[in-house]
Each structure stands twice: as structure tokens, then as C-alpha cells.
């Protein structure tokens, strides 16, 4: 099996783990930007160890970085910032599994951006998947007992936390390939590595900062919480790290494909941890929404 392959595994299982743990602390004392603060404060040593055990055994120091990498750095960690504030308060909105989902949306909208942006075409069997991937959004924006309209549901906040969430983890995913890509060296741990101990930095500093600004309380109970916040902090970097990984070593597009699996670990914490009730509505949504996923994919 292929290093990329098993890394993307590890990355979508870490992932889910990492989500639960965050729900959790959301839904205790931190607020979604606090649990979001945890998550890169407490990831930040474990990715120092990492780096410098890599280096030690190596016998090598840190590579010459440039501000291409810092600037790459820069934009996937501020578009990941912005993408888990959104994913959690999307937890509030909905189950769990029918969060991750609309999260997932991030593989329809990197193929939107790169029409608009970049005008790179979509084959006509793409946008076949695109409108399949809209049934499922349809489904799934549907709050209990709404009779109102199907494309009502579209303003539910749900929805536009959900697909923003999306929106910016593609950004993310984007930023994060190419800073990977700008380290100069050959090992794929060690380029993994380096990217994440940079960008856990800069996120655990800046959200340091904003919240010492807009949300003071919020440190305190960070800490307050750092039993359960620990192992926020260990999940997310080992899904990160595994992350990083794959993406130095595969497109982007067959990483989001692989890492689909998520979806089913997402469905699974959601009815066997969270005992949330998971309507026949919202599993054929998952469905469709997993299908167009996976279509948009092997089109591209």
C-alpha cells in the first residue's frame, strides 16, 4: 500500500477523533473560537517534538524557508482557522455526521474556485456531479418539521456555516500543497513536518491574540479545560501531520477522494458516541452528497 494512501487513512481517523473532542469542549465552557484556539495551542508542542526528533535523527537542521513557503503558510492557516470556527458552530446546528458532511463540501467547491479563478473547465459528467451534490445540500438543509419550501432550507444557518466551512477548508487544503511544496527537501515526513510546526504557530499566536482582544475569558477556560484539550491537541496534530504527508506526496483531488471515508467514521461517531438520531432524510442526503463527491473526483 502506498505511503499516500495510508497517510490519508490516518489523516480522515485522527480527523474524526479530533472533531468529537472538539464538539465536546464546544459544547462545555469554550466558545466555537476557544475550542478552535485549543485545538492549534495545545497541537503546537507535540509538533515541535516531532520536528525535532526528525532533525536529531537525521543529524540535519532546519531547512532555508522562503517567503513563498511563509506567505503559502499564511493563507492555508488563516482559510483553517476560519473553516473550524464555522464546522463547530455548524455542530450546534445539526448532528454531527450531517456537520462533517456539509464539510465536506470542500471537494465540489475547489473544483467551483478553480472555475472562477483560474477558469479551468468543468467536463459536462463534473457538472453532473455538482447538481447531485445539490440534492444532497437540499436534503440535508432541511431542519425538523420544516413544510416550507426544499430551496428554503438554503438560508438555514446551518447550511451557511456548513458550506463555509467547506468553502474555507478548501482554501486550506489549497495553501497547505503548496507550502508543502516550497520546503526544500526530499523527505515527505520531514516537509509534513516543518509546514505544521510553522502554521500550528502562527494560528496558536494569532488566536492567542484575538481572543485576549475580543474573548479574554476564553484563555482561562482553555486551560481550565486542558485534560480533555490535551488530547485535541495529539489528534490534531497527528491528523494534520498526516495531512501534510499525503499532500507532498498526491494531487489534492485523489487525497479529498480517499479521505472521504471520513464521512462513514463521521456517521458512525454521530449514532454509536453522540447518540444523535440520524433521519432516513438525512442519510439518503449523506448519500448523495458522498456519491457527487466521488464523481467530481474521477471526472477531474
Given at each position: 500500500?502506498?505511503?499516500?494512501?495510508?497517510?490519508?487513512?490516518?489523516?480522515?481517523?485522527?480527523?474524526?477523533?479530533?472533531?468529537?473532542?472538539?464538539?465536546?469542549?464546544?459544547?462545555?465552557?469554550?466558545?466555537?473560537?476557544?475550542?478552535?484556539?485549543?485545538?492549534?495551542?495545545?497541537?503546537?508542542?507535540?509538533?515541535?517534538?516531532?520536528?525535532?526528533?526528525?532533525?536529531?535523527?537525521?543529524?540535519?537542521?532546519?531547512?532555508?524557508?522562503?517567503?513563498?513557503f511563509w506567505g503559502w503558510t499564511v493563507?492555508?492557516?488563516?482559510?483553517?482557522?476560519?473553516?473550524?470556527?464555522?464546522?463547530?458552530?455548524?455542530?450546534?446546528?445539526?448532528?454531527?455526521?450531517?456537520?462533517?458532511?456539509?464539510?465536506?463540501?470542500?471537494?465540489?467547491?475547489?473544483?467551483?474556485?478553480?472555475?472562477?479563478?483560474?477558469?479551468?473547465?468543468?467536463?459536462?459528467?463534473?457538472?453532473?456531479?455538482?447538481?447531485?451534490?445539490?440534492?444532497?445540500?437540499?436534503?440535508?438543509?432541511?431542519?425538523?418539521?420544516?413544510?416550507?419550501?426544499?430551496?428554503?432550507?438554503?438560508?438555514?444557518?446551518?447550511?451557511?456555516?456548513?458550506?463555509?466551512?467547506?468553502?474555507?477548508?478548501?482554501?486550506?487544503?489549497?495553501?497547505?500543497?503548496?507550502?508543502?511544496?516550497?520546503?526544500?527537501?526530499?523527505?515527505?515526513?520531514?516537509?509534513?513536518?516543518?509546514?505544521?510546526?510553522?502554521?500550528?504557530?502562527?494560528?496558536?499566536?494569532?488566536?492567542?491574540?484575538?481572543?485576549?482582544?475580543?474573548?479574554?475569558?476564553?484563555?482561562?477556560?482553555?486551560?481550565?479545560?486542558?485534560?480533555?484539550?490535551?488530547?485535541?491537541?495529539?489528534?490534531?496534530?497527528?491528523?494534520?501531520?498526516?495531512?501534510?504527508?499525503?499532500?507532498?506526496?498526491?494531487?489534492?483531488?485523489?487525497?479529498?477522494?480517499?479521505?472521504?471515508?471520513?464521512?462513514?467514521?463521521?456517521?458512525?461517531?454521530?449514532?454509536?458516541?453522540?447518540?444523535?438520531?440520524?433521519?432516513?432524510?438525512?442519510?439518503?442526503?449523506?448519500?448523495?452528497?458522498?456519491?457527487?463527491?466521488?464523481?467530481?473526483?474521477?471526472?477531474?
Open positions: 500500500m502506498e505511503l499516500w494512501i495510508i497517510a490519508t487513512l490516518s489523516a480522515a481517523t485522527f480527523q474524526t477523533v479530533r472533531f468529537m473532542v472538539q464538539k465536546v469542549l464546544a459544547s462545555g465552557a469554550l466558545s466555537a473560537t476557544g475550542s478552535t484556539f485549543a485545538r492549534f495551542a495545545y497541537a503546537a508542542p507535540f509538533a515541535w517534538l516531532v520536528l525535532g526528533g526528525m532533525l536529531w535523527v537525521k543529524g540535519t537542521g532546519l531547512p532555508g524557508l522562503g517567503p513563498a493563507v492555508g492557516g488563516l482559510g483553517q482557522i476560519l473553516a473550524t470556527v464555522l464546522v463547530v458552530l455548524t455542530f450546534r446546528e445539526r448532528n454531527f455526521a450531517v456537520g462533517i458532511t456539509l464539510k465536506k463540501t470542500e471537494v465540489i467547491q475547489t473544483a467551483l474556485m478553480g472555475l472562477v479563478l483560474l477558469g479551468e473547465a468543468i467536463a459536462p459528467g463534473g457538472w453532473l456531479a455538482i447538481g447531485i451534490g445539490l440534492v444532497g445540500v437540499l436534503l440535508l438543509s432541511r431542519t425538523p418539521g420544516d413544510v416550507g419550501r426544499v430551496w428554503a432550507g438554503l438560508k438555514s444557518r446551518a447550511v451557511v456555516l456548513g458550506l463555509g466551512s467547506g468553502f474555507f477548508f478548501a482554501v486550506s487544503g489549497v495553501g497547505y500543497r503548496a507550502a508543502t511544496l516550497e520546503v526544500p527537501s526530499d523527505d515527505p515526513l520531514l516537509r509534513a513536518a516543518v509546514s505544521l510546526v510553522a502554521v500550528t504557530l502562527l494560528q496558536a499566536g494569532g488566536m492567542a491574540l484575538w481572543l485576549r482582544w475580543r474573548e479574554p475569558g476564553q484563555l482561562t477556560a482553555v486551560w481550565g479545560a486542558r485534560r480533555v484539550a490535551v488530547w485535541l491537541g495529539v489528534t490534531s496534530m497527528c491528523g494534520t501531520l498526516s495531512w501534510f504527508t499525503a499532500f507532498t506526496l498526491q494531487t489534492a483531488a485523489y487525497v479529498y477522494a480517499l479521505g472521504q471515508v471520513e464521512l462513514i467514521l463521521s456517521l458512525m461517531a454521530s449514532v454509536l458516541f453522540f447518540k444523535e438520531t440520524v433521519s432516513r432524510r438525512e442519510l439518503v442526503g449523506i448519500g448523495f452528497l458522498t456519491v457527487s463527491i466521488l464523481a467530481l473526483v474521477l471526472v477531474t
